[in-house]
Each structure stands twice: as C-alpha cells, then as structure tokens.
C-alpha cells in the first residue's frame, strides 16, 4: 500500500514506523521498499560527507557495505550482539555519530544514542531538501544483496542447534547465535530470538543468485537439525 501512494502521489519518500515509532522503513520516489540496512546506509553516506573520521556502531547482522562506506570517508565501524540497548552501550563508550539495526532502527549520536524513526525522517528530509532523489541516492550505493528468514525453534533445541553448528564450523564467530562467514561479502547468522520461540536466519551474498543459494542451503540444514 505505501509503495501504491508513492506512485499514485508522485512522492519523493514515504516512510512507515512501528508501533512506538522508534524504527523507520523508507520507500523510494520509485515506490522501492528499503531494508533497514539500505537506508540506514544513505543515511551513513550523507552524515559521513559531513563527518568524516567518526564512529559508527551496527550489529554483527548488518551487511557489508557499511565497511566500504567507512573505509571511504575516514570512519571505523564498531559491532555489537544484535539489539538496540548493545547499539546504544557501544555508541556511548566510543562516542559514535551514527548507530543502526536491520530492522530499521536509525540512531542519531549528536541527537541521542536511541532508536528515533523520527529524526530518521528529518535526516532524510535534510538530504532531500539538498535537490536529490532518494532513488539516484541508493543507486550510488556499492550493490548489496541481503535477507533474513525465521524458522521455529522451541529453547531446548536452540543450543543443540548452535553446539551442531560449532563442530561443523569451529571457525565462525559466536559472539551472537553463530555467523558462518565464507568472505567478506558471504555469510550466513543463525540467532535465538530473545522474544520468540524462533531462530532468525541472516544472509549476505555477492549475488541474488548466490543469496538465494545460501539461504536455501542453510535453512534446509537448520530444519535437518532441529528435526533431529
């Protein structure tokens, strides 16, 4: 329905908050729904331009692009467990500029160190009001190609999960769940919810193609597992 308005308006963005309106997803003049981590991305580029050499602060499930947009304009990314208290703790102690999840929560450092979909929004209109479009802001973005799923999962099966996946990848990183990186624009996360009796499913990959590939693999052997 918001991409539907866009068009039939003729918009230049449109954007939709949850519930306490403190996560923001955006939709292009284009009417393109973005990720939480493509705006944020925009976002990153326009502050940076403006910042350069600053902090910045992303959980592990975040894709890779956010190093390639630092590395470019002087700034360090930081990353943390998934969540947006662990964004705001690791914002404070280095003194970050910008802080972001995936889902669409956009931290403003100068502002706060919480998730604001409203400042979200005035971030966007200020680079709006600059004469370009959000559309021609994401295309010069590095190409990215990223996606989640969730699979149910009571608690008792989560550490058999996690423990069957260690042994078979003892080199992964286990400071959340397990990510399983094959390179640096390769990788799959496997997590517990912390609310839900659910495992989230994160994947980045060089190529739809390649995006599809991995999720399938992974969710196949996720299932393979729990079904054990």
Not at 41 to 56: A, D, W, Y
Not at 122 to 134: Q, R, V
Request: proline residues 3%.
């Amino acid at each position: 329905e918001l991409s539907k308005m866009v068009t039939e308006n003729n918009a230049d963005v449109e954007i939709a908050f949850d519930g306490d309106v403190d996560r923001s997803i955006f939709c292009d003049n284009n009417g393109n729904i973005l990720s939480g981590d493509k705006s944020a991305l925009v976002l990153t580029q326009h502050i940076l331009k403006k910042n350069p050499n600053s902090s910045i602060v992303t959980c592990l499930n975040s894709g890779s692009n956010i190093e390639v947009l630092a590395n470019k304009l002087n700034s360090k990314v930081n990353s943390t467990k998934v969540g947006s208290v662990e964004v705001s703790r690791k914002m404070v102690s280095t003194d970050a500029v910008i802080g972001f999840e995936e889902n669409g929560g956009f931290m403003y450092g100068k502002h706060s160190q919480f998730r604001d979909g409203c400042m979200a929004l005035a971030l966007m209109l200020e680079l709006l009001a600059t004469g370009k479009s959000l559309s021609d802001e994401v295309a010069s973005l590095p190409p990215s190609f990223t996606t989640k799923d969730k699979i149910s999962c009571s608690p008792e099966n989560v550490s058999k999960l996690i423990s069957s996946l260690k042994e078979e990848f003892p080199s992964s990183d286990t400071t959340d769940g397990i990510k399983i990186t094959i390179d640096s624009k390769n990788w799959v996360m496997i997590r517990p919810s912390g609310t839900e009796s659910i495992v989230r499913v994160y994947a980045e990959a060089e190529s739809q193609e390649k995006l599809d590939a991995l999720m399938s693999e992974y969710l196949k052997k996720v299932e393979s597992i729990i079904s054990r």
